[in-house]
Protein backbone atom coordinates (compact mmCIF):
# COMPACT_ATOMS: atom_id res chain seq x y z
CA UNK A 1 0.00 0.00 0.00
CA UNK A 2 1.94 3.09 -1.53
CA UNK A 3 1.83 5.90 1.12
CA UNK A 4 1.41 9.58 -0.15
CA UNK A 5 3.71 10.28 -3.08
CA UNK A 6 4.84 13.44 -4.16
CA UNK A 7 6.64 14.70 -7.41
CA UNK A 8 8.84 16.21 -8.58
CA UNK A 9 10.90 15.66 -5.21
CA UNK A 10 13.01 18.87 -6.33
CA UNK A 11 11.63 21.44 -8.67
CA UNK A 12 13.92 24.57 -9.98
CA UNK A 13 12.40 27.23 -11.44
CA UNK A 14 13.58 30.52 -12.28
CA UNK A 15 11.62 33.61 -11.39
CA UNK A 16 8.29 34.44 -13.57
CA UNK A 17 8.03 30.67 -14.46
CA UNK A 18 5.18 28.33 -13.32
CA UNK A 19 5.71 25.55 -10.65
CA UNK A 20 3.18 22.53 -10.77
CA UNK A 21 3.63 20.62 -7.71
CA UNK A 22 1.50 16.76 -7.90
CA UNK A 23 0.18 14.93 -4.70
CA UNK A 24 -1.58 11.42 -5.14
CA UNK A 25 -3.17 10.41 -1.97
CA UNK A 26 -3.10 7.14 0.06
CA UNK A 27 -5.07 4.78 -1.48
CA UNK A 28 -8.27 5.09 0.10
CA UNK A 29 -7.89 8.66 1.16
CA UNK A 30 -9.90 11.10 -0.49
CA UNK A 31 -8.94 14.37 1.51
CA UNK A 32 -5.71 16.44 0.99
CA UNK A 33 -3.91 18.95 2.73
CA UNK A 34 -1.15 21.21 1.19
CA UNK A 35 1.55 22.80 3.53
CA UNK A 36 4.50 24.74 3.28
CA UNK A 37 7.79 24.97 5.15
CA UNK A 38 9.92 27.16 5.10
CA UNK A 39 14.07 26.59 6.40
CA UNK A 40 14.09 25.90 10.06
CA UNK A 41 10.26 26.77 10.68
CA UNK A 42 7.24 24.47 11.16
CA UNK A 43 4.26 23.87 8.85
CA UNK A 44 2.26 26.68 7.60
CA UNK A 45 -1.51 25.15 6.48
CA UNK A 46 -2.05 26.31 3.20
CA UNK A 47 -4.90 24.20 1.72
CA UNK A 48 -7.97 21.48 2.91
CA UNK A 49 -9.34 19.51 -0.27
CA UNK A 50 -11.72 16.59 -0.58
CA UNK A 51 -12.27 15.42 -4.74
CA UNK A 52 -13.41 18.90 -6.47
CA UNK A 53 -14.08 20.53 -3.75
CA UNK A 54 -12.07 23.13 -1.91
CA UNK A 55 -13.09 23.15 1.96
CA UNK A 56 -10.40 25.68 3.51
CA UNK A 57 -8.22 27.99 1.83
CA UNK A 58 -7.63 30.25 4.18
CA UNK A 59 -3.55 29.61 4.04
CA UNK A 60 -3.03 30.32 0.71
CA UNK A 61 -1.85 33.76 -0.74
CA UNK A 62 -4.26 35.71 -2.54
CA UNK A 63 -2.73 35.87 -5.66
CA UNK A 64 -0.53 33.47 -7.98
CA UNK A 65 -1.45 30.08 -5.73
CA UNK A 66 -4.24 27.27 -6.55
CA UNK A 67 -4.76 24.25 -5.94
CA UNK A 68 -7.36 21.34 -7.36
CA UNK A 69 -8.06 18.01 -6.41
CA UNK A 70 -9.99 16.25 -9.56
CA UNK A 71 -12.32 13.13 -9.41
CA UNK A 72 -9.50 11.76 -11.20
CA UNK A 73 -5.86 11.91 -10.88
CA UNK A 74 -3.56 14.02 -8.32
CA UNK A 75 -3.91 17.12 -6.20
CA UNK A 76 -1.76 19.80 -7.93
CA UNK A 77 -0.41 23.00 -6.55
CA UNK A 78 -0.31 25.72 -9.13
CA UNK A 79 2.43 28.65 -8.59
CA UNK A 80 2.19 31.21 -10.91
CA UNK A 81 4.85 33.63 -12.21
CA UNK A 82 7.30 32.56 -9.31
CA UNK A 83 9.18 34.82 -6.85
CA UNK A 84 12.21 33.64 -4.90
CA UNK A 85 10.24 34.01 -1.87
CA UNK A 86 8.13 30.98 -2.85
CA UNK A 87 11.04 28.75 -2.70
CA UNK A 88 10.44 26.63 0.14
CA UNK A 89 9.32 22.54 0.98
CA UNK A 90 5.70 21.91 0.32
CA UNK A 91 4.53 19.42 1.63
CA UNK A 92 1.22 17.16 0.96
CA UNK A 93 -0.77 15.10 3.56
CA UNK A 94 -3.89 12.51 3.42
CA UNK A 95 -6.58 11.63 5.24
CA UNK A 96 -9.60 8.75 5.05
CA UNK A 97 -12.20 10.99 6.47
CA UNK A 98 -12.84 15.12 6.98
CA UNK A 99 -9.79 16.83 9.18
CA UNK A 100 -13.13 17.02 12.45
CA UNK A 101 -13.39 13.42 13.11
CA UNK A 102 -11.68 12.64 16.06
CA UNK A 103 -8.64 10.78 15.85
CA UNK A 104 -8.10 11.54 11.89
CA UNK A 105 -4.83 11.07 11.34
CA UNK A 106 -2.93 13.37 8.33
CA UNK A 107 -0.39 11.13 6.64
CA UNK A 108 2.66 13.35 5.05
CA UNK A 109 4.44 12.72 1.28
CA UNK A 110 8.04 13.37 1.32
CA UNK A 111 7.69 16.85 -0.24
CA UNK A 112 8.35 18.97 -2.72
CA UNK A 113 11.26 21.36 -2.52
CA UNK A 114 10.92 24.06 -4.34
CA UNK A 115 14.10 26.10 -5.97
CA UNK A 116 13.62 29.84 -7.66
CA UNK A 117 16.40 31.07 -9.13
CA UNK B 1 -6.74 32.08 15.49
CA UNK B 2 -4.87 29.26 17.25
CA UNK B 3 -1.33 29.67 18.09
CA UNK B 4 1.15 27.44 18.78
CA UNK B 5 4.25 27.70 21.02
CA UNK B 6 6.84 25.40 21.61
CA UNK B 7 9.82 25.13 23.78
CA UNK B 8 12.77 24.78 23.66
CA UNK B 9 12.91 25.50 19.93
CA UNK B 10 16.71 23.78 20.59
CA UNK B 11 17.78 21.21 22.87
CA UNK B 12 21.19 19.36 23.07
CA UNK B 13 21.43 16.80 25.49
CA UNK B 14 23.50 13.92 26.51
CA UNK B 15 22.49 10.31 25.94
CA UNK B 16 20.89 8.97 29.21
CA UNK B 17 19.47 12.12 30.49
CA UNK B 18 15.50 12.80 30.89
CA UNK B 19 13.63 16.52 29.07
CA UNK B 20 10.73 17.38 28.40
CA UNK B 21 9.32 19.41 25.35
CA UNK B 22 6.54 21.68 25.68
CA UNK B 23 3.82 22.51 23.85
CA UNK B 24 1.43 25.81 24.24
CA UNK B 25 -1.63 26.83 22.50
CA UNK B 26 -3.99 29.42 22.24
CA UNK B 27 -7.22 28.49 22.17
CA UNK B 28 -9.85 25.57 23.01
CA UNK B 29 -8.83 21.87 21.59
CA UNK B 30 -9.63 18.53 22.04
CA UNK B 31 -7.18 16.65 20.05
CA UNK B 32 -3.49 17.42 19.61
CA UNK B 33 -0.84 15.64 17.18
CA UNK B 34 2.92 14.75 17.81
CA UNK B 35 5.02 14.20 14.42
CA UNK B 36 8.91 13.43 14.02
CA UNK B 37 10.99 14.99 11.11
CA UNK B 38 14.38 13.58 10.07
CA UNK B 39 16.53 16.18 8.16
CA UNK B 40 15.51 16.92 4.81
CA UNK B 41 12.79 14.30 4.92
CA UNK B 42 8.70 13.87 5.57
CA UNK B 43 6.64 13.95 8.75
CA UNK B 44 5.77 10.61 10.75
CA UNK B 45 2.86 10.42 13.27
CA UNK B 46 4.28 10.13 16.66
CA UNK B 47 1.21 10.20 18.93
CA UNK B 48 -2.95 11.41 18.66
CA UNK B 49 -3.93 12.84 21.75
CA UNK B 50 -7.99 13.30 21.84
CA UNK B 51 -9.04 13.95 25.54
CA UNK B 52 -8.03 15.33 28.30
CA UNK B 53 -5.51 13.57 30.47
CA UNK B 54 -4.57 11.47 27.86
CA UNK B 55 -1.21 9.70 28.43
CA UNK B 56 0.45 7.74 25.30
CA UNK B 57 4.04 6.28 25.67
CA UNK B 58 5.84 4.57 22.99
CA UNK B 59 9.14 2.96 23.68
CA UNK B 60 11.35 6.26 25.24
CA UNK B 61 8.91 8.99 24.24
CA UNK B 62 6.00 9.93 26.18
CA UNK B 63 3.06 12.52 25.33
CA UNK B 64 0.56 14.19 27.28
CA UNK B 65 -2.46 16.28 27.35
CA UNK B 66 -3.93 18.74 29.21
CA UNK B 67 -6.69 20.74 27.83
CA UNK B 68 -7.42 22.93 30.79
CA UNK B 69 -4.19 24.41 30.58
CA UNK B 70 -3.64 23.68 26.78
CA UNK B 71 -0.37 22.21 27.49
CA UNK B 72 0.50 19.01 26.22
CA UNK B 73 4.14 17.96 26.94
CA UNK B 74 6.48 15.54 25.29
CA UNK B 75 8.89 13.60 27.46
CA UNK B 76 12.15 11.77 26.47
CA UNK B 77 13.31 9.07 28.83
CA UNK B 78 17.00 7.85 28.75
CA UNK B 79 17.81 9.56 25.55
CA UNK B 80 19.50 7.80 22.80
CA UNK B 81 21.02 8.89 19.44
CA UNK B 82 18.10 7.54 17.80
CA UNK B 83 16.39 9.83 18.69
CA UNK B 84 18.02 12.96 17.08
CA UNK B 85 15.31 14.53 14.95
CA UNK B 86 12.77 17.85 14.98
CA UNK B 87 10.06 17.25 16.81
CA UNK B 88 6.26 19.55 16.02
CA UNK B 89 3.30 19.39 18.49
CA UNK B 90 0.04 20.54 16.10
CA UNK B 91 -3.46 21.19 17.79
CA UNK B 92 -6.54 21.11 16.26
CA UNK B 93 -9.28 23.58 17.09
CA UNK B 94 -12.32 22.58 18.08
CA UNK B 95 -14.37 22.31 14.81
CA UNK B 96 -11.76 22.88 12.44
CA UNK B 97 -10.40 20.59 10.07
CA UNK B 98 -6.86 21.59 9.73
CA UNK B 99 -3.94 21.26 12.43
CA UNK B 100 -1.81 23.92 13.06
CA UNK B 101 2.02 23.15 13.29
CA UNK B 102 4.25 25.02 16.42
CA UNK B 103 7.91 26.29 15.22
CA UNK B 104 9.28 22.62 16.07
CA UNK B 105 12.15 21.57 18.94
CA UNK B 106 15.35 20.11 17.31
CA UNK B 107 16.35 17.63 19.21
CA UNK B 108 20.18 16.76 19.13
CA UNK B 109 21.43 14.09 21.19
CA UNK B 110 25.14 13.55 22.17
CA UNK B 111 26.51 10.48 22.46
Known amino acids: NAGVMQNPRHLVRRRGQEARLRCSPMKGHSHVYWYRQLPEEGLKFMVY????????ESGMPKERFSAEFPKEGPSILRIQQVVRGDSAAYFC???????????????FGAGTRLSVL | ELKVEQNPLFLSMQEGKNYTIYCNYS?????LYWYRQDPGKSLESLFVLLSNGAVKQEGRLMASLDTKARLSTLHITAAVHDLSATYFC???????????FGKGTRLHILP
Open chain 2, 90 to 100: APQARGDDKII
Open chain 2, 27 to 31: TTSDR
Open chain 1, 93 to 107: ASSPARGQLLGNIQY
Open chain 1, 49 to 56: LQKENIID
